[in-house]
């Protein structure tokens, strides 16, 4: 696959997040390494932690694009993607 144009939705949230080049290559990086879908935007590498001392792992990993429930977010997403 090109590099260039490999991994679109995550591409297009970095822009929109005005994420560094650093960060956007670091994302990229393991989006190839996990082989992870094309349509993924973002990792998240923590678990959610509560005041009550609980956490939610549930949310790690890779989120698609399918995720997003912002209206707004969906709409700049498929805009910069050219959709």
Do not use: E
């Not at 960060?23 to 009550?52: I, M, T």
């Amino acid at each position: 696959m090109n590099k260039t144009k490999d991994y679109i939705y995550l591409r297009a949230w970095c822009q929109i997040m005005g994420s560094h080049d650093y960060y956007l290559q670091s994302q990229l990086n393991q989006a190839r390494k996990d082989c992870a879908p094309d349509d993924v935007v973002y990792y998240n590498s923590k678990s959610l932690y509560y005041g009550d001392g609980t956490h939610n792992s549930s949310k790690m990993g890779w989120h698609r694009f399918s995720d997003v429930t912002n209206v707004d977010t969906r709409f700049r997403i498929k805009r910069l993607i050219g959709n």
